[in-house]
């Protein structure tokens, strides 16, 4: 053996012996530890036949399937974001730098997601989706819970009370009256008799705690609130303010406007509209220029959030759009 990696071995064996001193055990254990350990695989690594076995249709449509991985799919990139936004919001040091970077990861994760849409928009035969849909009640994407936890982390609550209600409300009311009000609450209800449809009564039930929680916790603490704490000078920071704006696009017009897409194509008849799956006004709820949902409102001029989304929606609306109801 050269010298030179015996004198690596032993300066590796000794930085081992004192990250293991204080477990209780020494060194030599966990060495034979080593010896017994399986080498481990790509299908170990990341449990690849429990993740295979996660799709589990309802009916014998095919395309069934195709919609249970797509919106797994997009819970574990909702997972990423997360994971970054967490990042943000647990840094301390206020470097531009690095608030530019997770920004960024945060926008190329709903890129992909916005690119991959048309996958739900024709990815599937629209007879088949009205039958198995029906197997699904009262089930719906607006139970995501992790895209609202998206949402919260990105600004403060008062930021997405529903818009016909917001200059009501400032940071001086408390989390849970803010809660209350939020904007996809409003969304959330029967058309007919205007009260809340099952599906949001389900997932009030399970993660309201959970929701308010967090905002509690990073309340003067959210990414936008993390915006506005930097210096003037990192505050006017033009590629960070440009990686803000793209995230403003795409979680609260891009992304909606996807799901329109596919609302039009699945949902929309000639002369009637389709209800969703959980009973949600999905014409009300899904248009950017209905909510107004902006998570760094003071990166804009007034004109721009005046304007926010409506050219987005009157394209949708066409019936010249690219979204082939057929």
């Known amino acids: 053996m050269h010298m030179e990696n015996k004198e690596q071995i032993d300066s590796q064996i000794l930085k081992l012996e004192e990250k293991y001193k204080d477990s209780g055990q020494n060194l030599s254990s966990y060495l034979d530890g080593l010896l017994y350990q399986r080498y481990l695989t790509y299908w ?51 470097n531009v730098d690095f608030f530019i970077e997770k920004v960024r990861r945060i926008n190329s994760y709903y890129q992909t997601l916005i690119s991959s849409f048309s996958i739900m928009i024709k990815g599937m035969e629209r007879e088949q989706f009205l039958k198995y849909r029906m197997a699904l009640l009262p089930a719906s994407g607006f139970q995501s819970v992790q895209y609202r936890m998206i949402e919260i982390y990105s600004t403060a609550l008062e930021n997405l009370v529903h818009l016909s209600e917001r200059e009501q409300f400032s940071a001086d009311h408390t989390i849970e009256v803010l809660y209350e009000n939020i904007y996809w609450k409003k969304g959330a209800t029967d058309v007919s008799s205007g009260q809340k449809t099952l599906t949001l009564k389900q997932f009030e039930y399970r993660y309201t705690p959970r929701l308010v929680r967090i905002a509690k916790q990073v309340k003067n603490n959210t990414i936008y609130d993390k915006y506005l704490q930097l210096n003037a000078e990192d505050k006017g920071n033009e590629k960070l303010i440009e990686s803000l704006k793209t995230l403003d696009l795409n979680a609260n017009v891009n992304w909606p406007l996807m799901h329109m897409g596919s609302a039009h194509r699945y949902l929309a008849k000639e002369k009637e509209q389709v209800g969703s799956t959980g009973g949600t006004n999905w014409k009300q709820y899904l248009p950017p220029s209905f909510q107004k949902v902006i998570f760094f409102p003071e990166i804009y001029t007034k004109e721009e959030l005046n304007d926010w989304g409506k050219q987005w929606v009157d394209h949708i609306f066409n019936p010249q759009n690219v979204f082939d109801k057929k």
């Open 44 to 94: 170990d690594y990341i449990n690849l036949d429990t993740l295979l076995s996660l799709q589990q249709p309802r009916t014998y449509f095919p395309d069934e399937e195709i919609f249970i991985m797509y919106h797994q799919i997009t819970e574990l990139y909702f997972k990423l974001i997360l994971h970054e936004q967490k990042q943000l919001v647990d840094d301390k040091s206020q």
